[in-house]
């Protein structure tokens, strides 16, 4: 299940969390197929400004950052390398719809594999 969890200023993120949230369900979309449609589960959360820092100081204008949780087995498909080029353009290109060509350079897109037998649902281990 592809799960996204967006870190980006409260202020830049206020009144554009629909559009946020639509934009990268359809990047999930295009790489996977319609689906992942029903399965993608994007979590914003806003950050005040004087709680972000870079280089040892409050951030002036940070760009989105991604984690984006999938299953680990994705990375030893025969296609991995494509997959991830794929997830992290689409993933990348659905920020900067939301927010401008002035966050692509730093938006950060972090992949992260979960094992099977990792992950539980209603109390319960999902072993697939």
């Known amino acids: ?63 989105p950052s991604i984690t984006f949780g999938i299953k680990e087995a994705a990375f030893s498909r025969p296609d991995a390398d494509e997959i991830v080029a794929r997830l992290v353009s689409a993933v990348t290109n659905a920020v900067v719809d939301v927010f401008g060509e002035r966050v692509r350079d730093g938006v950060t897109v972090e992949l992260v594999g979960t094992a099977a037998g990792r992950t539980g649902i209603g109390g319960v281990v999902v072993t697939s």
């Open 1 to 63: 299940m592809p799960h996204l969890t967006v870190h980006v200023l409260e202020s830049d993120l206020a009144g554009r969390e629909t559009a946020l949230i639509e934009k990268l369900t359809d990047a999930v979309v295009a790489v996977y197929g319609q689906w992942a449609r029903s399965i993608a589960t994007v979590r914003l959360i806003g950050i005040p400004p004087s709680r972000w820092g870079i280089g040892g100081m409050p951030a002036q204008a940070p760009s």
